[in-house]
């Protein structure tokens, strides 16, 4: 192996192909296999969650760790799998090691079942991390080779790096190890009652307003912030906005104090998985030089949602549903939208009421919306595949990975300037379009009013046809793969593991 190649620790409480609530799951999915085609060694750990099919997978128990934990040692199995490249060197590939104690993670939800967080969601996830340390441990001693960085994403994996430097920082074989956080998502801290720290495992005396309390609460999230060596977020947009009060969520005075160790690296996607070329689930695969197959994409797609077959536009949605992503404001628009000759199609679960608004304005409209509440992965690839246009109006978002998947099947995407989307869609202008740039429509104010006269504008230019068809090839020649964010990542990787991080300013190592 190369003597530059990196050797990486990967925890997510998430990954495809294993498990996956959102698009936390596609990055620790497709990440580590892009880093290992660069040439690096990557271990990815996941929470051995009773939904995964081990036999599926090949998973196969390789040892034991005793995890020490508040109340007492507990014995996790880790077991071992693979994932193979589809390209690259011939052994290229990524050694997942699954957490397994099932009493925690042998469950039907990965963090709640009926939209109620399970209520021992500390536990579970101090335990996970805790074992990922042990884990370490246990590599250092017994394996050929071991991580030089950890890479740790989220509240569930923050503690493992208040972990490394506190509870494990004597220990002379992880003292070399360097560390990085990636918050894919402010609005999801980790919260709990400060009675319940101890479960931590930590001291008391970091439990303080400089390390994990929050307004006298426990905030794991802030412990990764203020603990990690260095802090990634997903587009440099959003590495900029959490450092303001409106996407801080009463975070962005410790992120801004760390701003010379953050930097904003926007996610790319498995562009093997989401290829409109070869993807199995659709009923017909083409190309930005024969669009003829998303014609039957959209015919099959009307039919699966139960509209009727029209040549009219179709929007789509395939969203998690939560105050996030600004579907309230799609919601306010749809009686005036339904006064138009086109279709909505909606993929989507989460907050109870908004699966009952969307469920009356389709028992309303039932010729004009399709309606599907729930988790689809098959169904999300036929949206994007035979929508027209696809709508993410969110109030913020991180990155956002749905508009890169439209923008390769040559779906429209309709957004809200923030974050990762105003990174990733060049918008909408006549001149824009001439010049072969434009990719989709954006829009400013998260109002109804906004979204109603961009989503209008795009069924303008959709009647012209040359227009829409540059839009749509514009967005399908876009490189939204993960080979220059991997090799951002790799960079960074190399600068931390070389101690030269300090002065980097948030949003310098960008895919732009
Ligand atoms: P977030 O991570 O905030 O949910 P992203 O756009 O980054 O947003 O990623 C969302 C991912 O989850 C995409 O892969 C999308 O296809 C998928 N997804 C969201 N809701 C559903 C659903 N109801 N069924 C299937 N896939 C879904
Ligand atoms: C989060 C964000 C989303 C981002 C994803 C992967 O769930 O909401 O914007 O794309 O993480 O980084």
Same mark, same amino acid.
């Given at each position: 192996m190369d003597p530059h190649s990196l050797r990486v620790m990967f925890v997510s409480s998430e990954a495809t192909p294993f498990a996956k609530t959102g698009g936390l799951a596609d990055v620790a999915g497709a990440l580590p296999l892009e880093l290992a085609r660069l040439g690096h060694q990557v271990w990815l750990v996941i929470p051995r969650y009773g939904t995964i099919d081990g036999a599926a997978h090949g998973f196969k128990e390789w040892k034991r760790v005793t995890v020490p934990t508040s109340s007492g040692p507990i014995e996790a199995i880790i077991e071992q799998g693979v994932l193979f490249c589809s390209q690259g060197p011939p052994d290229c590939q990524v050694s997942v090691l699954a957490i397994r104690y099932d009493p925690y993670f042998g469950r039907r939800g990965l963090y709640q079942e009926s939209g109620v967080d399970y209520p021992d969601n500390l536990e579970r996830f101090a335990f996970f991390s805790h074992a990922v340390l042990e884990l370490l441990v246990l590599l250092e001693q017994t394996a050929a080779s071991s991580p030089t960085l950890l890479?740790?994403?989220?509240?569930?994996?923050?503690?493992?790096?208040?972990?490394?430097?506190?509870l494990y920082a004597r220990r002379p074989r992880l003292r070399g190890l360097r560390s990085l956080f990636t918050v894919h998502n402010l609005g999801y801290q980790g919260i709990f009652p400060a009675e319940d720290y101890p479960k931590t495992g930590l001291g008391p005396e970091l439990f303080t307003p400089a390390t994990l309390e929050f307004f006298t609460s426990l905030n794991l999230l802030k412990g990764g912030l203020v603990f990690a060596d260095f802090l990634t977020t997903v587009s440099p947009t959003y590495s900029r906005e959490i450092q303001t009060a409106e996407f801080g969520f009463g975070l962005e005075g410790v992120i801004k104090e760390r701003r010379d160790r953050l930097v904003g690296i926007a996610n790319g996607i498995d562009v093997e998985i989401w290829n409109p070329d070869t993807d199995p689930v659709l009923p017909s695969r083409y190309s930005v030089s024969d669009l003829s197959g998303k014609r039957v994409c959209k015919t099959g797609l009307q039919r699966e949602m139960k509209l009727p077959v029209r040549d009219v536009p179709l929007l789509a949605i395939v969203s998690r549903l939560t105050a996030q992503k600004g579907l309230d404001l799609v919601a306010d628009i749809l009686p005036e939208l339904m006064e138009l000759d086109l279709q909505v199609a909606i993929l989507g679960t989460g907050d109870p009421s908004d699966e009952a608004r969307f469920r009356s304005l389709q028992a309303r409209y #039932?010729?004009?919306?399709? $309606?599907?509440?729930?988790?689809?992965?098959?169904?999300?690839?036929?949206?994007?595949?035979?929508?027209?246009?696809? +709508?993410? #109006?969110?109030?913020?978002?991180?990155?956002? $990975?749905?508009?890169?998947?439209?923008? /390769?099947?040559?779906?429209? #995407?309709?957004?809200? /300037?923030?974050?990762?989307?105003?990174?990733?869609?060049?918008?909408?202008?006549?001149?824009?379009? /001439?010049?072969? /740039?434009?990719?989709?429509?954006?829009?400013?104010?998260?109002? #109804?009013? =906004?979204?109603?006269?961009?989503?209008? +504008? =795009?069924?303008?230019?959709?009647e012209n046809r040359s227009e829409w068809r540059s839009l749509i090839e514009a967005g399908m020649r876009t490189d939204v793969s993960w080979a220059r964010s991997a090799q951002s990542y790799a960079d960074l990787y190399q600068r931390i593991i070389g101690g030269r991080g300090v002065g980097v300013e948030a949003g310098t190592v960008s895919p732009k």
């Open positions: 890479h740790a994403h989220d509240w569930q994996t923050a503690l493992c790096l208040v972990y490394l430097r506190t #039932p010729e004009k919306i399709g $309606l599907r509440i729930g988790f689809d992965e098959g169904l999300a690839h036929r949206i994007e595949a035979g929508a027209d246009m696809f +709508l993410m #109006p969110s109030r913020y978002e991180p990155c956002g $990975l749905s508009q890169l998947y439209s923008l /390769r099947y040559g779906t429209v #995407p309709i957004v809200r /300037r923030t974050g990762g989307l105003a990174d990733t869609v060049v918008a909408y202008s006549p001149s824009a379009v /001439r010049e072969g /740039r434009a990719t989709g429509f954006i829009f400013g104010e998260a109002t #109804p009013e =906004a979204l109603l006269t961009e989503v209008l +504008l =795009a069924c303008h230019v959709y």
